[in-house]
């Protein structure tokens, strides 16, 4: 390899690496989803230190199809039915590839103006098509941002939060010399990240409130009231309430317009972690129900990482004060400034997040809208709902199964008739099979079985296929 | 575009996008380094909603040339010697590629094994290419892994740092309960990141206390130690020192080793920030400047992405205690549990890091290390210190200017001899006249113009035509 670059050697690599990867993908299914690995196998079958000299490329390729791709969970598998799909396509790889040879530096608009225009321009698309309102898009005191990820979208609306609870002094004193504890509130079955976001910014987890849900999975708001006015009374600040639109575990939706007048009664920021279910909101047909209360939230956000075909990572964030995020997270210091900057006509998307830097992720979303179009986008997402619907009917019709909850969009939560045990020793059998691999949750204090329709290559005859998985491992004897 | 992914199509239009990037880095030199673009005009050249129906590749591609190329700010062009470099390459495109195309999800070693064990692997290479003490590589109690920033390391080292301080208090019942304040130690030239990183975990901005620089831009010892037992006397807890290893101004290195023996008397961790010079410990010249005091912190980091050419996001963070990380940022939801996990055998990553998910960033490590070779990676290094160094002496030989300190590695820092306005002046006519771009700082209280040898694409050539440039600009007539 030519240091510094060739580009007649990139183009003729470059075409073996796509190559490789058409190859990768064109045989995806005839892999097990998941592999027969044990801990540390894949170190012990690399040499112990780098080499002096250059490998070529055809040596590395050959070690990723004797090393690497062996041990890898394959989630673009069309048997990959597990968490929640990470789907990824042509476009977004592409998008990718593109962000990584460009290799611009979009950390303020002055070091890449057309990497921070191309992300609030995408991202006020994508806002009109998930019919979010316009208050949370660029045009007036709002807008949106790409995170990594909804755990980072968390962290930073509760930063954000903590210094409009504190009018700016927790950020500067601390909280320690701001004293009375600030507390957060999300249910039951909101997302860990929601935890570790209130143990990093320093509040602690245990003034995170867990509120119960109702047998839908929807928080319930009168215990939400409760916990907010007795923490109030109690001389403590109610900072941040997150309302889950689509609950990892099975797919509840908390009540946001509620939810958010409950909070706005005590200055609360509500956050919506709309993380999987958010794309969703392309179909008219569910948009209600998951854009439900926007109009009255402080911050939204979704990941296209999960369910949009771009490749993680790619959670978009949407504040409807963009300066009470800026406020939170900016810093100056000589060697960042720049004209554009102090002009104030511009966004330097550094103080919306946590690292300075940034790479030019607006291209694989730019791409893949582009590339798919959104009515392509949206009978995507009506095929994966429906043939989810398909797969509990027949597990509803199935005496051995439980349904444990109707299915939430494209999301069938079930478990064994005979309690965890037996659910526990069917999702091994499930999984041991090969073709389909499929994880676990808690659901109505059940053991539950997940399966979650999503990835790009799942096809009818997939989720068709995993129904004969599930139906061979009830009817095997068991082990 | 078809959905869900057609091989030979991939094929194709993969060798498209492969060819548009070749020839963007084939021309890249005949462009002006930063572009001449209005804010807003990458906007107003595109259309205000997300297209219904498929556009091709063809289209896009002719957009990016368009309206996204001209508008962007070329960080891989050969004479960008601003901030610092932020250098890609082949290899590291095509491990970008690759990850994007494999499309896993490497949360936990049972999500992805084989993205796991690479980058523990990668990492411990790393840390032994640059001299770093087994101690915080994988074999012990430490290892290494990627995050996205030197900022999130900085973060990170600080959550954990905070947690021994109070026994892993402020992680449940928060720094408020938790009392008396916990301080942060940094010198006055180290990056923004830290005093960001110390307003996120809630401690306050304002208890970070800001050591002065001797003259050689490294922080005063003397002045750490009083302000340590100055805090301590006063009931607070000193939690974190973070030693910066080239500073972003002027690439001055603080003293780790003296920073240690007196962090160490409070009990305070000590994190390195080498984020830019890190790279130069491959060379054993400069080794021992640079990682004098590895035996002795808590945690080390580097960024590849900026002066090893692998593409932003890739910053290496070594951690001397990994279960202090761990405990500080672990959660373990039903829906992540699995048996890997609960074995203990195996490193899930998304426990050392902010997000939960994460993607397969040591590929592009793995094929730059394997494809240059470290032989090759260290000349490069060498190669632009000495370009630096030349250039260098012809601003000392210079009477119009001033060079602010002797060049750090690659950076040279220099100003006009008649003071601010001059230098300020002089900046802008260097940048205006389009083949390079240089950035500013403060150096010794005088604004400076750095000038960062790194660029993937510069040869001798391209500093020999800063130099001209700069001579050009100072023969022109005042503006």
Not at 31 to 51: D, E, I, K
Request: aromatic share 6%; net charge negative.
């Amino acid at each position: 390899m030519s240091i510094p670059f060739d580009p007649e050697r990139f183009r003729s690599e470059g075409r073996a690496v796509v190559d490789w990867l058409a190859d990768y993908w064109a045989h995806l299914e005839e892999r097990p989803v998941a592999p027969a690995v044990r801990p540390g196998a894949v170190r012990a079958a690399l040499p112990g230190s780098a080499p002096e000299t250059p490998d070529d490329l055809a040596t590395v390729l050959a070690d990723l199809d004797r090393v690497i791709v062996p041990a890898l969970t394959h989630w673009q598998h069309p048997g990959f039915f597990a968490f929640f799909p990470a789907s990824t396509a042509a476009p977004s790889i592409f998008g990718e590839l593109l962000a990584a040879g460009l290799g611009v530096q979009g950390m303020l608009w002055s070091t890449a103006p057309a990497c921070t225009e191309l992300e609030t321009h995408v991202l006020d698309w994508l806002a009109e098509l998930l019919g979010l309102p316009k208050r949370l898009t660029s045009g007036g005191p709002g807008g949106g941002v790409i995170l990594d990820s909804a755990s980072s979208g968390v962290l930073v609306a509760l930063v954000a939060a903590r210094e409009r609870a504190t009018a700016g002094r927790s950020n500067t004193a601390g909280l320690a010399e701001v004293g009375a504890p600030l507390t957060v509130y999300a249910s039951v079955d909101a997302h860990s990240c929601v935890e570790k976001a209130v143990g990093i910014a320093g509040l602690g987890r245990d003034t995170l409130r867990r509120i119960p849900t109702d047998p839908s999975g929807a928080m319930r708001v009168a215990d939400l009231e409760e916990a907010l006015a007795e923490d109030a009374a109690a001389g403590r600040r109610p900072c941040l309430v997150v309302a889950t639109v689509g609950t990892t575990a099975r797919g509840g939706i908390d009540p946001v317009p509620a939810i958010a007048a409950a909070a706005s009664r005590h200055g609360a920021w509500v956050h919506v972690d709309a993380a999987w279910a958010g794309t969703a909101a392309l179909c008219p047909e569910w948009r209600p129900a998951l854009v439900a209360g926007a109009d009255l939230v402080d911050s939204w956000g979704t990941n296209p990482h999960k369910w949009l075909m771009v490749n993680f990572d790619c959670h978009c964030l949407w504040v409807a004060d963009r300066a009470a995020l800026i406020n939170s997270l900016s810093t100056k210091p000589e060697y960042l400034r720049n004209a554009a900057s102090e002009s104030g006509a511009v966004i330097d998307y550094s103080d919306w997040q946590v690292p300075l830097g940034r790479r030019f992720r607006a291209l694989k979303l730019w791409l893949t809208l582009r590339l798919f179009g959104a009515a392509a986008l949206r009978q995507r997402i009506r095929d994966h709902v429906a043939w989810a619907g398909w797969f509990a009917e027949r597990v509803a019709a199935e005496q051995r199964l439980v349904l444990l909850c109707p299915p939430s969009l494209s999301l069938v939560c079930f478990a064994a008739a005979t309690g965890d045990a037996a659910t526990a020793a069917l999702l091994a059998r499930i999984n041991a099979a090969g073709p389909i691999l499929v994880s676990q949750a808690r659901v109505a204090d059940r053991l539950a079985i997940r399966l979650a329709v999503g990835a790009t290559l799942t096809d009818r005859r997939h989720v068709e296929g995993a129904w004969r998985i599930v139906a061979e491992a009830l009817d095997a004897p068991a082990g």
